[in-house]
């Protein structure tokens, strides 16, 4: 082995368990010095259960941990103790003090002193002019943290880090909310950081800054180890392959419901359309009666290109219309107000009350949609309860049961009558079937095919290839925050993949 090719951190059948669920079985992870390493996978494939595991943010169940110059594995018990080992972690939203100067962030807990044991302040502009200075970064020290921007923010914690002698950065999605310009100066520094011996970790969902900036790649999958790659042996058909689990060359054709028969004309014609740092203008048009479907890895922008439409995002360029008439849609309740409704791809933190019964959650959006002065008569509220309930098949001991005492399948059920209790002429379903169990997954699919063939349109994202494929008439694909392409007609999961994949060979 080449000194360039030094390991730095070995980890060895990592294994970490939280009530009910096995976040990681038996993970290995190798980094060399100098090399950038792609971690990747799909969300809950746990990345950051690994990092947190290196950190010590998590005290990990099982498995070994060795960094290169200190005896023995080790164990992390915190964030502080991984950084004196030389591990050190940039998260995208910088953890630094912006009221300070950028010399007091760079220097915090490890002030120079002077003579009389004092914080010696000119040694630590002088020292942070120099250490800014080092990393191509033209500016003041003594000015604000909060004066300069995001990519800078992250170049100054990066450079704290290396002047702490961190042998392994971890770089945590430091590019989500960068323009293109930022990412090109943070890869300038990253490569410049690896040539100085530096082993670096990349989590990211980027596709093309992965294959831009990174020698090598390990996969996860549901808490296991896909597999480590050289970056050269591994095209992006194929990455895309071991994050989903397809074994690309053994592919069966889904035939999509045929969409001629469509029974009206345009409901949703979307025109330059964007939001500033999470989706790009795209272009999207549904008719009454299509599923059209919104496809491409975690973090490509399908959940962002629908709050831009449904105004949970307000879209910041662009025109929208709603069967063929301008509208203007600046927050939820205006697109309520127009006949749609959105179930969010987070239900926890977004679509359910817990604290409130199966009855109150379901009526929720009509009421909002009426007024809080103009309440539902409680008979109403329980009609409709009921017959929802009986409808979606919800399993509940009664209309009054807490929500927070149903199952997850069951739960995304009263979210769903949620929305068509409001008989929405537009839904957009986020993510409806994920975490559900097989046979909830099938009523929700039948569903959204039954709710089309009755005239309503509706936007569907989902993260496995094979619903999309049942349920949807047409496909646009995203990535990087983009609306790249649509796919229609002949459909399969290798047509999918492929687009996702921006056309490269497998």
């Given at each position: 082995m080449t000194m360039d090719e030094k390991v730095v951190l070995t980890m060895r059948g990592i294994t970490m368990t939280f009530p009910g669920v096995r976040a990681l079985d038996n993970v290995d992870f190798t980094l060399r010095k100098g090399e950038i390493h792609a971690l990747m996978g799909e969300n809950g494939a746990g990345k950051s259960t690994l990092i947190k595991c290196l950190t010590g943010v998590h005290?990990?169940?099982?498995?070994?941990?060795?960094?290169?110059?200190?005896?023995?594995?080790?164990?992390?018990?915190?964030?502080?103790?991984?950084?004196?080992?030389?591990?050190?972690?940039?998260?995208?939203?910088?953890?630094?003090?912006?009221?300070?100067?950028v010399a007091e962030n760079l220097f915090i807990s490890r002030e120079p002193l002077n003579k009389a044991h004092m914080i010696d302040?000119?040694?630590?502009?002088?020292?942070?002019?120099?250490?800014?200075?080092?990393?191509?970064?033209?500016?003041?020290?003594?000015?604000?943290l909060g004066d300069f921007s995001l990519a800078l923010q992250q170049m100054i914690a990066i450079a704290r880090a290396v002047d702490m002698e961190c042998k392994i950065l971890i770089?945590?999605?430091?590019?989500?909310?960068?323009?293109?310009?930022?990412?090109?100066?943070?890869?300038?520094?990253?490569?410049?950081?690896?040539?100085?011996?530096?082993?670096?970790?990349?989590?990211?969902?980027?596709?093309?800054?992965?294959?831009?900036v990174?020698?090598?790649?390990?996969?996860?999958?549901?808490?296991?180890?896909?597999?480590?790659y050289p970056i050269t042996a591994l095209p992006r058909m194929r990455l895309i392959a071991a994050m989903m689990g397809?074994?690309?060359?053994?592919?069966?054709?889904?035939?999509?419901?045929?969409?001629?028969?469509?029974?009206?004309?345009?409901?949703?014609?979307?025109?330059?359309?964007?939001?500033?740092?999470?989706?790009?203008?795209?272009?999207?048009?549904?008719?009454?009666?299509?599923?059209v479907g919104l496809t491409g890895l975690l973090g490509s922008g399908r959940s962002e290109l629908a709050r831009a439409i449904y105004g949970a995002d307000r879209a910041q360029t662009g025109t929208l219309k709603v069967k063929d008439k301008l509208v203007h849609i600046s927050q939820p309740i205006d697109a309520m107000k127009l006949g749609m409704g959105m179930l969010p791809d987070d239900r926890k933190a977004e679509g359910i009350i817990d604290e409130l019964s199966v009855r109150e959650n379901i009526v929720l959006a009509m009421q909002a949609?009426?007024?809080?002065?103009?309440?539902?008569?409680?008979?109403?509220?329980?009609?409709?309860?009921?017959?929802?309930?009986?409808?979606?098949?919800?399993?509940?001991?009664?209309?009054?049961?807490?929500?927070?005492?149903?199952?997850?399948?069951?739960?995304?059920?009263?979210i769903i009558a949620r929305w068509l209790a409001t008989d929405p002429d537009f839904l957009i379903l986020d993510e409806p079937t994920?975490?559900?169990?097989?046979g909830t997954k099938t009523e929700i699919q039948k569903l959204i095919i039954q709710l089309a063939g009755e005239g309503k349109s509706i936007l569907f994202i989902s993260s496995e290839i094979e619903e999309m494929l049942r349920t949807c008439n047409r496909l646009a694909v995203l990535r990087d925050g983009e609306k790249v392409g649509e796919i229609s007609g002949d459909m399969s999961q290798e047509s999918v993949m492929h687009a996702i994949a921006g056309g490269e060979n497998a």
């Open positions: 005290d990990f169940d099982q498995g070994e941990i060795r960094v290169d110059g200190i005896n023995g594995p080790i164990r992390n018990h915190s964030t502080m103790e991984a950084q004196k080992r030389g591990i050190s972690t940039v998260y995208q939203e910088v953890n630094l003090c912006p009221n300070l100067s302040r000119k040694a630590i502009v002088k020292r942070a002019q120099k250490l800014v200075d080092g990393f191509d970064m033209n500016i003041d020290v003594q000015r604000s770089l945590d999605e430091p590019t989500s909310s960068l323009d293109d310009n930022e990412v090109t100066k943070l890869f300038t520094l990253m490569r410049k950081l690896r040539n100085n011996g530096v082993g670096i970790i990349f989590v990211t969902h980027f596709l093309e800054q992965v294959y831009e990174c020698d090598r790649i390990t996969v996860l999958r549901n808490g296991q180890l896909v597999g480590e397809k074994d690309i060359d053994d592919l069966a054709k889904i035939k999509p419901e045929n969409c001629d028969n469509l029974c009206g004309g345009m409901f949703i014609d979307a025109k330059g359309l964007s939001h500033v740092g999470k989706i790009k203008p795209f272009d999207l048009d549904i008719h009454v009666g299509e599923v949609h009426r007024g809080m002065l103009k309440l539902l008569p409680m008979k109403e509220q329980c009609d409709i309860a009921d017959k929802y309930i009986a409808l979606l098949g919800i399993k509940t001991p009664s209309r009054e049961t807490p929500l927070k005492q149903l199952s997850g399948g069951n739960q995304q059920k009263v994920r975490g559900i169990d097989i």
